[in-house]
């Protein structure tokens, strides 16, 4: 069966740190594309983060670069999402997102439609 899950959500005062982890189980992330996205109350689920498989470039979003950054490990077939300096901002459901189609291509996916497995979600909160 085809999974992914997403874990260390929380809530934390602004200013600290998160790190969120992606397991993938029944695929090889190595193949995939991977996003972190995330979706506030109200508002549209956005893209924050992704690492290309094929040559391991990757994507920040505007309000993150600097304070996220995003890595893997294929022995542990898992993705990190490191957030430091969090901000009451950054509170939102955090989502994991694998590619397939994208994995090995010379492309980062930006758009939620181009992503085929999907985590149920972590939520982090941010107190001010």
């Known amino acids: 069966e085809v999974q992914v899950v997403e874990s260390g959500g929380g809530l934390v005062q602004a200013g600290g740190s998160l790190r969120l982890s992606c397991a993938a189980s029944g695929f090889s992330l190595d193949d995939y594309a991977i996003g972190w996205f995330r979706q506030a109350p109200g508002k549209e689920r956005e893209v924050i983060s992704c690492?290309?498989?094929?040559?391991?470039?990757?994507y920040y979003a505007h309000s993150v670069k600097g304070r996220f950054t995003i890595s893997s490990d294929n022995a542990k077939n898992a993705v990190y999402l490191q957030m430091n300096s969090l901000k009451p901002e950054d509170t939102a459901i955090y989502y994991c997102?694998?590619?397939?189609?994208?994995?090995?291509?010379?492309?980062?996916?930006?758009?939620?439609?181009?992503?085929?497995?999907w985590g149920q979600g972590t939520q982090v909160t941010v107190s001010s």
């Open positions: 690492m290309s498989s094929f040559d391991g470039h990757t």
């Open positions: 997102a694998a590619s397939k189609y994208y994995g090995r291509r010379d492309y980062l996916p930006l758009d939620s439609d181009e992503y085929d497995y």
